[in-house]
């Protein structure tokens, strides 16, 4: 049974930084893609950041292109995305997510698996 689990979440002052991991159980790890999405209250979930099964290819929302940072470890079957220069608006529920397919998508629908997410608050 595939599992995601996230971790790293918290309450951080603007400015600051975290940084989320998301440890898979997936046999075959290395020839998926990875994604981050997240979901603020009364909004739609929305896409962050997306990086391939080799981990060369990386794709990022223009809300966080510049602040964050989508890498992995197939050696871990892990995926991080550390969050710099944290704003307000970056609050929300962080979902890790799997898509079979080596190349990442911008579209949730496309991922097969996800993980029950991380609570990321940012105060002012």
């Known amino acids: 049974q595939v599992q995601l689990v996230e971790s790293g979440g918290g309450l951080v002052q603007a400015g600051g930084s975290l940084r989320l991991s998301c440890a898979a159980s997936i046999r075959t790890f290395s020839s998926y893609a990875m994604g981050w999405f997240r979901q603020a209250p009364g909004k739609e979930r929305e896409f962050v950041a997306t990086i391939s099964s080799s981990g060369v290819g990386t794709t990022y929302a223009d809300s966080v292109k510049g602040r964050f940072a989508i890498s992995r470890d197939n050696a871990k079957n892990t995926v991080y995305l550390q969050m710099n220069s944290l704003k307000p608006e970056d609050t929300a529920v962080y979902y890790c997510?799997?898509?079979?397919?080596?190349?990442?998508?911008?579209?949730?629908?496309?991922?097969?698996?996800w993980g029950q997410g991380t609570q990321v608050t940012v105060s002012s």
């Open positions: 997510a799997a898509d079979s397919y080596e190349e990442g998508s911008t579209d949730s629908a496309w991922y097969d698996y």
